[in-house]
């Protein structure tokens, strides 16, 4: 796996002196990075209310480091199908709390998971590096700019619609699943780079379970490699998923192993990061999956 080098080193220098660190990046494309979710929700598919104050949050994202996290993802609106949006001052008082911690705390490699551009600026300013946007700028353009003004990393993620509706009245992609969603991708990152983000900073998420039917998500993780073409590291979520549910008839909270299989599939695809809820046991997997994939002989990264 290779990582587009970008034009400055992981120790920035930022207006204003100083340098902002981004450690959690550090080992982008030398080895499959672990996001973990944390989720300031009340209402996440997952585990939506269990984090009910800062400092809860804050204690789980110690836990999530402990285990090996090398990114927390910080979200304060679920993107579960079917979801209702939330006001933007109410994904504010979510949020950027919990970041103001996690910059107190000395955290670098903060990710805040939103589609909202005012959310994005306000939590880059609190201490966040990277804006995790599930809909490929498709909802708010000017998302891009608050990336590009800060230096910060940029997930592009892809998705049919908003939470509310992304997976009614589902159709085939015209191409197949593989070809549209890769031609999105493209698109989004054309985007945000004429909106000044840097190349070298962006990621891009094929958005597993955002608008896709079973067979469009297996397909994705089958063919992940194609998304290498796109010339920038690869994220990958498909942790507890509903199509896992599918395939497995497992309630959510016991998708673990399924999630594992994917996330085992995904290193050999050769993404770069997952984004995943279990961490101890996710970080494990990845360990033996990169450990297999970057044997001398194994195919090119």
Known sequence: MTSPEAPETMSDKVQGGGSLRRPGLADLGARTLVMGVLNVTPDSFSDGGRLRTVAEALDRADRLREEGADVIDVGGESTRPGAEPVPLDEELRRVVPVIEGLSKRGFAGVSIDTTKAEVARRALDAGADIVNDISGLAFERELAAAAAGAGAWLVLGHT???????????????????????????????????????????????????????????????????????????????????????????PVEDREFATAATVALAVAGHADMVRVHDVRSMVDVVRVADAVMRLPGAPAM
């Open 160 to 250: 049919r619609g908003p939470p509310k509706s992304m997976q009614e009245g589902l159709i085939e992609y015209p191409k197949g699943v593989l070809s549209a969603v890769t031609a999105a991708l493209a698109a989004s990152m054309e985007h945000a780079v004429e909106a000044g983000v840097v190349r070298g900073r962006i990621i891009v998420d094929p958005g597993f379970g955002f608008g896709k039917t079973l067979e469009d998500n297996l397909c994705l993780l089958r063919d992940l490699s194609h998304f290498r073409r796109l010339g920038v590291p690869v994220m990958v979520g498909t942790s507890r998923k509903g199509f896992l549910g599918t395939l497995t008839g497992r």
